[in-house]
Nanobody
Framework: QVQLVESGGGLVEAGGSLRLSCAAS????????MGWYRRAPGKQRELVAS???????NYADSVKGRFTISIDNAKNTVALQMNSLKLEDTAVYYC?????????????WGQGTQVTVSS
């Protein structure tokens, strides 16, 4: 079984920074893509940023220039550095992993971590 454990959420003032981390454990196989999604109150879950196992990144327009995603393949960990946080960044952030295990593609979600940005 694969587990994704997130950490680093919390309360921060607007303009501040937070760093989220997601550690994957278990039979990881090969990392295809890992990413961060978020769900704000009353809104649908949306992609924030993703990164392939080879380091190709993708960002939502709303976070470009403020957030940076990185991956440590040796530790099976993905991090999201969030700078210049805005009120609208308040959401539950979820880690996602798309893996190839025994030739099959598998998708996993973390339990979510709350990020609250205050004025």
């Amino acid at each position: 079984q694969v587990q994704l454990v997130e950490s680093g959420g919390g309360l921060v003032e607007a303009g501040g920074s937070l760093r989220l981390s997601c550690a994957a454990s278990g039979n990881i196989g090969r990392i295809n893509v890992m990413g961060w999604y978020r769900r704000a109150p009353g809104k649908q879950r949306e992609l924030v940023a993703s990164i392939t196992g080879s380091g190709i990144t993708n960002y939502a327009d709303s976070v470009k220039g403020r957030f940076t995603i990185s991956i440590d393949n040796a530790k099976n960990t993905v991090a999201l550095q969030m700078n210049s946080l805005k009120l609208e960044d308040t959401a539950v952030y979820y880690c996602n992993a798309d893996l190839t295990i025994d030739y099959y593609s598998r998708n996993y979600w973390g339990q979510g971590t709350q990020v609250t940005v205050s004025s």
